[in-house]
């Protein structure tokens, strides 16, 4: 299994870009979920999903967009970029039968706005 | 605003040493979590230790839960210079979708 992957690995944005940052997990997992990360501070969701047509805000969602159209992917998208959105983003998934909480992570996309 | 917050914010020991960091949380949880993160690397899952545990045991690492104190910590044994890296405290909280709440991360650095 490839696990978590996610592309691309570094993106460089103008202020009022859009984009899209993919994630795709080959474990077939239920939940999954993105998290930013900014410099010294710990995760903060934006956007989960407990299974296929089914989405949720987060603790930051504000500026995100999500869709789940199938179990593997969980695209996030950057409506109009802004600086403030400069961060390293996590995607993570995670299999909720028979009482497995751990998550499994991607390596990161690390977006620059200027 | 963060779920849990670790402490110390950076720790830095020579190899052999033990390693102690320790979280805080505000709200129930359903589980707590231990998470490594290598420089620009994404997160590893270490350990969880569930609200109804005290304690528990992976190798060189030792986890202990006090839900009255809403407290966490991680014991790292005999550290080795492979262990420098973050590390997190993850809370899974009651009735919130099972994701995850982050603290801000102790920076270990273990000096050979």
């Known amino acids: ?114 | 605003s963060q779920q849990g917050e670790e402490d110390p914010q950076a720790l830095s020991i020579q190899e052999g040493e033990n390693a102690t960091m320790n979280c805080s949380y505000k709200t129930s949880i359903n589980n707590l979590q231990w998470y490594r993160q290598n420089s620009g690397r994404g997160l590893v899952h270490l350990i969880l230790i569930r609200s109804n545990e005290r304690e528990k045991h992976s190798g060189r690492l030792r986890v202990t839960l006090d839900t009255s104190k809403k407290s966490s910590s991680l014991l790292i044994t005999a550290s080795r210079a492979a262990d420098t890296a973050s590390y997190f405290c993850a809370t899974d909280r009651n009735n919130a979708g099972n994701m995850l709440t982050f603290g801000g991360g102790t920076r270990l650095m273990v000096k050979p």
């Open chain 1, 1 to 114: 299994n490839a696990g978590v992957t996610q592309t691309p690995k570094f993106q460089v944005l103008k202020t009022g870009q859009s984009m899209t940052l993919q994630c795709a997990q080959d474990m077939n997992h239920e939940y999954m979920s993105w998290y930013r990360q900014d410099p010294g501070m710990g995760l903060r969701l934006i956007h989960y999903s407990v299974g296929a047509g089914i989405t949720d805000q987060g603790e930051v969602p504000n500026g995100y967009n999500v869709s789940r159209s199938t179990t593997e992917d969980f695209p996030l998208r950057l409506l109009s970029a802004a600086p403030s959105q400069t961060s390293v983003y996590f995607c993570a998934s995670r299999d909720p039968r028979g009482g497995i909480e751990t998550q499994y992570f991607g390596p990161g996309t690390r977006l620059l706005v200027l």
